[in-house]
């Protein structure tokens, strides 16, 4: 198996009654790209995502991670292997800060059971814990906020709080479903540049599904386009938005990165 490639998917398939959302999709990402997955809607984009992370069961096909065969694994196992996925309406808990929220993707030796009581066990890791996760909030530029309840945040800081998140806990790999959707168009570049950095610096891969294409695509490096339930065209932004296949059958006219 390619060691260039974190992520491998084969033969993926789901079905909805007599609906095929995912009809024998395959796909490879490359360790450290930052790729879309794009098309119409209804075109079975966000089911891909689940049936990757193991949101969703599948009817068929595989999926590799890092090396390792993630196919009949839950979504809670994949995370754990550094797989992790944010969604169209950010899943935060509003009542927390944005500090504890950040928090919430470690493991918390403090409340077991066995530990509590043994307070040097886990004082210096909760420490270290608080500590690293102020660096990740500098990270997404939410330090500032630490304090600040979740549920006050912006729409397009609450989505950065998600790759906190994800940050937080040591993922690998970083599915976004639409990380800019709602967000004014001047915030949509703060995000997707940021992204970047974070990508760079971190060595990590990101997925992103989205589509507002006018932006997103002057960030990403690799584009797959799905329509139908298949991935019908994929490669470097610039040629597969100017395929025939897919002028014809997503964006019905010529279209020219700006």
Partial sequence: MD???ILRARNLTKKFGTLIA???VSMEVKKGAFAILFGPNGAGKTTLINLITGYLKKDRGEVWFDGKDITKLS??????LG???SFQI???FPRLT??????MATKNLGES???APIKFSWKNVEKEHVERAFKVLETI???DQWDKLAGELSGGDIKLLEVGRALMSNAKMLLMDEPIAGVNPAFSHVILERLRKIKEARDLTILIVEHRLDIALKYVDYAYVMVDGRIISEGGPNEVIKAPEVVESYLGEKYYLG
């Fill in 22 to 24: 995912v009809n024998d």
């Fill in 113 to 115: 059971f066995i530990k």
């Fill in 3 to 5: 060691s260039n490639i």
């Fill in 98 to 103: 944005v500090l504890e929220n950040i928090l």
């Fill in 90 to 92: 950010p899943k935060i």
């Fill in 75 to 80: 979504a809670a196992e994949t995370f754990r």
């Fill in 83 to 85: 797989l992790a996925r």
């Fill in 141 to 143: 530029g939410l330090d």
